[in-house]
């Protein structure tokens, strides 16, 4: 309950595009990520918001926003855009992940509704239903709490089974975020070593 993890598979529309210029998971403050797929406008348009309430709050109130509190706001700001025809909403959905003194690791799914929900662990897009099921199959695993590797490796193992595919080190973003460091992303090295653990369990 002291770590958190976001994942995704990493699609750069063209071959001649830098690749480390296309990223869906971003950084919001030190302990809080998120993780975004829809409309890239609209999704940058949502990180920028994210940033800006985060900074807001600390400024105003002297501490980091707990993750909730983000959430939630950011959770109202979408249901506003649903209350007149004249507005429109905007078409991406986040997963909030983050860690604080509070409640410790938590993680938000907001949809562009608004509707919010917490979860231990969850997945979204095309293949959502079969992650779902998947994470579902380990609800005691999620419960005991996991180490910082155990819960990459399971975010990892999810997209892997969704997808049906190995995937080599350049072709995933992870995000974590941890009690005691600052949010960062897996580099190839290290996701590739978790890549190796996986494949050694299940050959054992």
């Not at 002291?2 to 750069?12: D, F, H, L, M, W």
Request: charged residues 25%; aromatic residues 6%.
């Amino acid at each position: 309950d002291r770590c958190a993890a976001v994942i995704t598979q990493k699609k750069v529309p063209d071959r001649l595009i830098d690749p480390t210029s296309i990223s869906s998971v971003y950084r919001i403050t030190d302990t809080i990520t998120c993780l975004v797929l829809g409309s890239i406008p609209d999704s940058r348009s949502q990180i920028e918001r994210l940033r800006y309430e985060a900074n807001d709050f600390k400024f105003n109130h002297g501490y980091p926003i707990p993750t909730h509190v983000l959430a939630q706001k950011m959770a109202d700001i979408c249901q506003v855009y649903t209350q007149e025809a004249s507005n429109r909403a905007l078409c991406c959905t986040m997963l909030i992940a983050g860690v604080d003194d509070e409640k410790g690791a938590q993680t938000f799914k907001v949809d562009p509704s608004g509707h919010i929900l917490p979860y231990k662990a969850v997945a979204t897009g095309k293949s959502e239903a079969e992650a779902m099921n998947y994470l579902e199959k380990r609800n005691d695993q999620l419960s005991a709490g996991m180490s910082e590797d155990a819960t990459v490796e399971l975010a990892i193992s999810t997209m892997m089974y969704v997808l049906a595919t190995d995937f080599k080190g350049s072709e995933i973003e992870v995000g974590v975020v941890a009690a005691d460091k600052k949010f960062r992303m897996l580099s190839q090295d290290d996701i590739e070593d978790r890549l190796n653990a996986i494949s050694e369990r299940s050959d054992s």
